[in-house]
């Protein structure tokens, strides 16, 4: 890994958290290859059993430029990011958020960062919302 990938792959995840903060689309766009699949497991309420909730790209930008007229106040925000490993054109990152920590895989793409998969989950305490 160079300090450029380091950088590069931070500026991804920063675009992708403060984008949807901001309810800037284009950011989050920018962010996310056109296949993204954003995935959490959580329980169903009546049964109590595991079920998998997804967003594609095309949601999660349509959500985040529904969220234009409304961002998130700078009090409310939290963006902590945390490259964790590297290797040839495949990366994980960490961004702990306000409410939830998102795990992302990202590839070099077309020779840029791009977040491919995101698995994410609310913190204790939060309730499950679906955003979409």
């Not at 903060?21 to 169903?44: C, F, N, Q, T, W």
């Not at 059993?49 to 939290?78: C, G, V």
């Not at 490993?85 to 077309?110: C, G, M, P, Q, T």
């Amino acid at each position: 890994m160079t300090t450029n990938d380091h950088a590069a792959i931070r500026q991804t995840a920063l675009d992708y958290i403060e984008g949807f903060y901001d309810g800037d689309a284009a950011r989050m766009e920018r962010s996310l290859h056109p296949e993204l699949a954003k995935r959490i497991v959580h329980p169903d309420p009546v049964s109590g059993r595991s079920h998998l909730a997804e967003m594609s790209a095309l949601a999660l930008t349509r959500f985040t430029r529904d969220k234009a007229q409304r961002p998130t106040p700078a009090a409310e925000r939290q963006q902590d990011v945390v490259v964790l490993d590297v290797f040839e054109n495949a990366a994980s990152a960490k961004v702990i958020a306000s409410a939830w920590i998102d795990y992302l895989h990202l590839s070099r793409f077309n020779g840029r960062w791009v977040i491919v998969n995101v698995l994410w989950e609310m913190k204790p305490g939060q309730p499950f919302v679906a955003y979409w």
